[in-house]
């Protein structure tokens, strides 16, 4: 199954002030996912980040707020932008197919303060 | 919307004890998916179950998907302090993979 690498693992930042998570893969896999876990809430998949073309985001998320880059088959940032308390959260990287089981990273834990 | 909903949300057991934690959806489901997390870690897959009626064992643990493909249980022997962790169901559709909210275990020494 793929490593996973993601980082940071945990920040703390203020409010109006952006994040990116980088995510690393020690294979190339054509599919990597991106998910917030809200406190008490289920995995949230924000988009999907597609090589060579933009990411597709969910409903509820847009390209402005979460940007996204894939640079290559074993690479994938999310920036979390203009961050408000609201964005505190666990963001999860995986790998996988739509609707196969999925492999995650160990998250990004972030606060906003 | 497909929604999965997950119970007991919480549950706090000591060791030894037996458990069953729940999936269930309106939905149908091609498979459902378990897997656990602890804590600083990412949800890591234990099973896959794709049959309706479908009973899986991973050591002490049963996994049994409903004849409908619309619910699961997840039953746990003998629970160890090991087992501590969230566990989460996931339903997949042709291309969607819908998460529960989870049941968070606690086994106490």
């Known amino acids: 199954s793929a490593v996973i690498s993601q980082k940071p693992s945990r920040d703390i930042c203020q409010r109006g002030t952006s994040l990116t998570i980088q995510c690393q893969v020690d294979?190339?896999?054509?599919?990597m996912f991106w998910y917030r876990q809200q406190p008490g809430q289920s995995l949230t998949l924000i988009a999907t980040?597609?090589?060579?073309?933009?990411?597709?985001?969910e409903s509820g998320f847009v390209i402005d707020k979460f940007p996204i880059s894939r640079p290559n088959l074993t690479f994938s940032t999310l920036t979390v932008s203009n961050l408000s308390p609201e964005d505190s959260s666990i963001y999860l990287c995986?790998?996988?197919?739509?609707?196969?089981?999925?492999?995650f990273g160990n998250g990004t834990r972030l606060t906003v303060t | 919307t497909q929604l999965l909903e997950q119970s007991p949300q919480f549950l706090s057991i000591q060791e030894g004890e037996n458990l069953t934690v729940y999936c269930n959806s309106s939905?149908?489901?091609?498979?459902l998916q378990w897997y656990r997390q602890e804590p600083g870690e990412g949800p890591v897959l234990l099973v896959t179950?794709?049959?309706?009626?479908e009973v899986k064992k991973l050591k002490r643990l049963t996994f049994q998907f409903g004849d409908a493909r619309k619910d699961s249980s997840l039953h746990i022997t003998a629970a160890q302090p090991g087992d501590t962790g969230l566990y989460l169901c996931?339903?997949?559709?042709?291309?969607?993979?819908?998460f529960g909210k989870g049941t968070m275990l606690l086994v106490s020494p």
């Open positions: 179950v794709v049959t309706g009626g």
């Open positions: 980040a597609n090589q060579g073309s933009e990411a597709t985001y």
């Open positions: 294979s190339q896999v054509t599919m």
């Open positions: 939905s149908v489901f091609s498979s």
């Open positions: 996931a339903g997949a559709g042709y291309s969607t993979l819908t």
């Open positions: 995986s790998v996988g197919k739509r609707g196969s089981p999925l492999h």
